[in-house]
């Protein structure tokens, strides 16, 4: 491996960053460490439990559904988003002006900021004032967001293929060019349809790329909290609280700080887990 | 099988087809090639040699000309309707694929009943010696087993018109690029389809092919057997492109009377092998050309030898081992570089020859061949009784 | 300054990529190091430039260790197989790259020079993307040069240049380097007799002899050697020496006591030994003291002005027989060929296959230790 030139003014440029990282980041980190393992009554008093509300946390059953609701909305969104996105990724121009135009028209919506997507399609999805449910609600469909649970869920799930589809699509076209040419001459050599050359060209050699968008999208969508929490906030009941919508709405809410950071730690476990898969796969397919 | 004939193939990259364009990447090729033999296209990079595989392949449209497949205009066809296969610079295989369903995958396309197709993909297994890696992944072959393997896949169409190859060697380990080599004189000599490959490495083409293509610039500089290209090569280039060195090339005055031809080269009056063939002999001013291997050095201890021989100035002796290369200047004409090759088996192969000395050299008049504007004029070997090694 | 590695390996997860290594370079030397694709020549290389540690073992520079310390602490300059030059600089700029780093003033004439050297002078103002591989190629040599390095490697440096280009800057090459030590990494054989200087023959991660080109040549320290060293194959066959007499393929006899023997051959001892001799000693053509085999044909390999027919012998032992001139064969034809037993190799039958005997004078031959 490459040694780097050791040179201690280099340590200088670093310190700015880590005292802020330290300030925002380890600090409170570490105080919320602090507080899952105290009982906190106030400012001033608290009452040290140890694990409490660690076992608490995990046996809460309202955890356990939030947990539930959540990996089934990953589950979803994965599973739409994936075949979704690379059909985009098959169909979107290769060559010419058209590349551009496409691939600006697509990373739109990743730009946005995420309580606009949600703001947008909160609005959107009004029967009275948006297009889309007042359309669908001339269209003689009994859709209302706000009070049905079905509708809700599918909202929510419409807005996140419509915002993150686009990132699948893209890493999905990246593979798709790094395939050189020859493989598609020689598959229209050997006579084989378009169906061959995706099942036996396209979609082997885009495995790696798929694996990054499957960890990707799966990290991303288990931390989800901006855009359902705008469109429903966590309603109608709990239908669509998900797993950081309820840990916040506890803390924040409830300002119970105790079972709370309990709560968080946990996730931050959850979170921290995925990480490591993620790591460990990506290093693995590096090297394959 | 079919012959191929390509005529009046341009090409530019620029324009489309149907304009003119400034850029040619090919300039008027035309090409007449029988059915069953095996062709190379040599060239350095840019001289046109991919672009011409490209059209008869099919993956490219030519701005002008046309593409004949037995007589049939294939121009306008694709890859597949025109029945071609390709092996291209990479190992192009199906990596989820065992090497038997990468072999059967052509004629499962086709709808060939599964019995034909294991017929047929056991022979040409056992013909390119693969039957043992049949039910193995593909992506465990080695590279140059995977070339073999795309090579294949051609040939269990019992019917391609013809197989392309496009620097196939380009990723084999040095030592075991003459294995492919026998490989593909073998399957050759067993099937007798029309080859044509293409490459940059003389070696290569000459062991290859019948009949090399020598390109440069986009076009065709000559067309000829390894013999006919190493003997009498029709361009300066040609000369310079194919031997190792390559040929020597020195401006001269050819004149013309009683006592023969003759050509001066600074000083000194070279023999000349005499003129034959109709139309007047060539004279004025020309190029001389000799090959390295057939510059003779004399002994120059004795006079004996150096009856019209020429005194060579020596700068440079390589030991190759096995041969030497000397690079000389050939005294009274300037600063031009003479290199001479002496062989392990020739007469020169044990004079001592050192750098900085002097040796004498003969031009022997069979090997000489004279070039006006690069092209050729004369072949001194037309001349000789018969052809000498 | 003299370079050395003493006993320098390196292991990559249970791999290894060189072991064993002793090697002292002579200051102003060209060296090629030669070896197949995956010997460590590249290794090498990087761990003489300092991009790499080795997992044992020090390199010193006049006597110095230097192994801990980086490559931007070295002298030294390396070229790749990729043509390797800042893209977003103009060829002048990237010559001139090292000479401002150094803070040499006046550094326009020197890049005019080098360029001239390298006979680039008309592309200075171009960006290395519009030139040709072999042009881009000169830039990067350029480059290195103008660095001043006290050893310059080279990482098989023409091996993505057509063959012709490749003849061409190799005949450059030779002149360029001046009084650096130069280390130039090759798989051809053919190269590595073209361009001379000492030869390092590496295998497998060991190297197998360090001696000047044809003393390598013509003394190969082993079997495996030869074979390094051999472009086209060298021709390997057993054989027991008996009574006076080399017998070979069951009845093939070559008298070697007597006046016409090969005078190395008579100093053998009886018993047991692996032969080897070059294409170029063997031909089609019957020739005094030549000793006459039949074979059949599988190849006729044709270079510019030589055929090279590969043969398939009794004990399906193989033989390469070099014919001057083009010929075509056909295959499966079946040939006399001619051998000279006074160019024999003569090396143990096992083990490590050492040399015993050479038809060359005895010179220095560097054992591998």
Redesign the interface.
């Known amino acids: 491996?490459?040694?780097?030139?050791r040179s201690n003014k280099a340590w200088l440029f670093v310190l700015p960053m880590t005292m802020l990282v330290a300030f925002s980041a380890i600090v409170p980190l570490m105080t919320v460490v602090n507080y899952s393992v105290q009982d906190i009554f106030g400012p001033n008093t608290k009452v040290y439990v140890g694990f409490e509300w660690f076992r608490k946390a995990l046996r809460d059953s309202e955890l356990h559904a939030a947990f539930l609701r959540q990996l089934l909305f990953s589950f979803s969104t994965l599973a739409i988003e994936l075949p979704f996105g690379l059909a985009v990724s098959l169909v979107m121009p290769r060559k010419g002006w058209a590349v551009s135009a496409a691939l600006v028209v697509l990373a739109l919506p990743l730009l946005i900021p995420w309580n606009v997507v949600g703001t947008i399609w909160q609005i959107f999805g009004r029967t009275d004032i948006g297009m889309g449910g007042a359309a669908l609600v001339k269209l003689g469909l009994n859709y209302n967001y706000t009070a049905d649970r079905v509708d809700a869920w599918l909202t929510v799930l419409v807005m996140d293929v419509w915002h993150w589809t686009p990132l699948v699509a893209l890493l999905c076209y990246s593979g798709l060019r790094a395939i050189p040419n020859a493989y598609y001459q020689a598959a229209s050599i050997d006579g084989a349809s378009g169906w061959s050359v995706f099942r036996y060209i396209q979609l082997p050699k885009l495995k790696n790329v798929l694996v990054i968008a499957v960890l990707l999208r799966f990290m991303d969508s288990f931390m989800i909290y901006t855009e359902p929490f705008v469109v429903t906030g966590g309603g109608p009941g709990n239908s669509t609280t998900f797993l950081s919508q309820f840990l916040t709405r506890f803390a924040v809410g409830q300002f119970d700080l105790g079972p709370a950071a309990a709560f968080s730690l946990i996730y931050f476990v959850f979170i921290l887990f995925f990480c490591y898969v993620f790591y460990t796969v990506m290093n693995r397919v590096g090297q394959g | 099988m079919a012959e191929i004939i390509l005529q009046g193939i341009s090409h530019s990259y620029d324009e489309k087809r149907g304009s003119t364009a400034p850029n040619l990447a090919l300039r008027d090729v035309e090409l007449r090639w029988r059915d069953g033999g095996a062709y190379a296209l040599l060239g350095?990079?840019?001289c046109g040699k991919t672009t011409l595989l490209g059209i008869i392949s099919g993956l490219i449209q030519p701005t002008r000309g046309h593409v004949l497949y037995g007589g049939k205009d294939v121009t306008m066809l694709s890859s597949r309707e025109r029945n071609i296969a390709q092996v291209f610079q990479f190992p192009v295989i199906y990596d989820t694929m065992t090497v038997r369903q990468n072999l059967a995958f052509p004629l499962r396309n086709r709808g060939l009943a599964t019995a034909e197709i294991d017929r047929r993909v056991e022979r040409i297994a056992d013909s390119l010696e693969l039957t043992a890696m049949l039910p193995l992944r593909a992506t465990r072959l080695t590279a140059d087993q995977k070339q073999i393997l795309s090579l294949g896949r051609g040939l269990v169409r019992e019917d391609v018109a013809a197989i392309l190859f496009d620097e196939p060697l380009t990723v084999i380990?040095?030592?075991r690029k003459?294995l492919l080599?026998?490989k593909l004189?073998?399957i050759h000599?067993q099937f007798r389809h029309t080859l044509i490959y293409v490459t940059?490495?003389?070696?290569e083409a000459?062991?290859f092919a019948d009949e090399v293509v020598v390109m440069q610039t986009g076009s065709v500089l000559q067309r000829g057997t390894?013999?006919a290209l190493?003997?009498r090569p029709a361009h300066t280039y040609v000369g310079?492109?194919?031997?190792?060195?390559?040929m020597n090339v020195m401006p001269c005055d050819v004149s013309q009377d009683a006592g023969g031809a003759r050509a001066r080269v600074g000083t000194h009056d070279i023999a000349l092998a005499p003129h034959t063939g109709a139309g007047p002999a060539p004279s004025g001013s020309l190029e001389l050309g000799i090959?390295p291997?057939h510059v003779v050095v004399v002994d120059g201890a004795g006079d004996a030898g150096a009856e019209g021989s020429l005194p060579v100035s020596v700068i440079t002796v390589?030991?190759?081992?096995?041969?030497r290369i000397v690079t000389g200047t050939l005294a009274g004409a300037g600063d031009r570089r003479l290199k001479i090759?002496i062989?392990?088996?020739?007469p020169d192969r044990a004079l001592p020859i050192a750098a900085g000395g002097s040796i004498r050299v003969r031009f022997p008049p069979e090997h000489i061949c004279l070039y006006r504007d690069s092209k050729i004029v004369e072949s001194g070997e037309l001349a000789a009784a018969e052809p000498s090694? | 300054m003299t370079l050395s590695l003493e006993q320098v390996g390196k292991t990559i997860a249970g791999e290894v990529h060189l072991a064993d290594v002793n090697l002292t370079l002579v200051p102003g030397t060209l060296n090629v190091l030669l070896g197949?694709?995956g010997a460590g020549k590249t290794t090498l290389l990087r761990i003489i430039a300092g991009?790499?540690?080795p997992t044992h073992g020090t390199v010193r520079q006049a006597g110095v260790d230097i192994t801990k310390r980086?490559s931007?602490?070295r002298s030294v300059a390396l070229v790749y197989q990729q043509f390797i030059n800042y893209p977003s600089l103009t060829v002048r700029e990237n010559i001139a790259s090292p000479l401002r780093l150094r803070g040499a003033a006046n550094y326009q004439a020197r890049v005019l020079e080098l360029a001239k050297m390298v006979r680039i002078e008309e592309l200075l103002d171009r960006l290395p993307g519009a030139l040709?591989?072999g042009q881009q190629q000169r830039v990067a040599i350029a480059r290195a040069l103008a660095k001043g390095a006290e050893i310059v490697l080279l990482d098989e440096p023409l091996v993505n240049l057509?063959?012709?280009?490749r003849?061409d800057l190799r005949d450059e090459l030779r002149a360029l380097f001046g009084s650096s030590t130069v280390v130039y990494a090759t798989?051809?054989p053919?190269e590595a007799?073209?361009l001379?200087g000492t030869t390092i023959l590496v295998h497998q991660g060991r190297v197998l002899q360090h001696a000047p080109a044809?003393d390598v040549?013509?003394r190969p320290a082993s079997v495996t050697a030869a074979r390094v060293l051999s472009d086209?194959?060298m021709n390997i066959f057993t054989g027991v020496v008996r009574d006076g007499v080399v017998e070979i393929a069951g009845d093939l006899r070559i008298p070697i006591r007597g006046a016409d023997g090969g005078a190395h051959l008579a100093a053998l001892a009886d018993g047991p030994y692996c032969f080897g001799v070059?294409?170029?000693?063997c031909?089609l053509e019957p020739a005094p003291r030549h000793v006459a085999m039949q074979a059949r044909v599988?190849?006729?390999?044709?270079?510019?002005?030589?055929t090279f027919v590969?043969l398939r012998g009794a004990d399906d032992v193989q033989f390469i027989v070099?014919?001057?001139?083009?010929?075509?064969h056909q295959?499966d034809e079946q040939l006399t060929f001619y051998l000279d037993p006074d160019r024999l190799l003569v090396f143990e039958p096992d083990g490590d296959q050492r040399l015993v005997a050479s038809y060359h004078a005895p010179g220095n031959v560097v054992w591998p230790k």
């Open positions: 491996m490459i040694d780097k030139t | 350095p990079s840019g380990d040095p030592h003459w080599r026998r004189k073998e000599k940059h490495d003389q070696t000459l062991t390894p013999e190493f003997r310079y492109f194919i031997g190792s060195p390559g090959r291997e390589e030991d190759h081992g096995r041969f090759r062989g392990h088996h020739g090694p | 197949h694709t991009l790499e540690r980086t931007r602490q040709s591989g057509d063959y012709k280009l003849e798989t051809d053919a007799l073209a001379g044809l040549y013509h086209p194959p070059r294409a170029s000693d031909r599988e190849l006729s390999e044709i270079s510019g002005s030589e590969y070099q014919q001057d001139g083009v010929y075509h295959l």
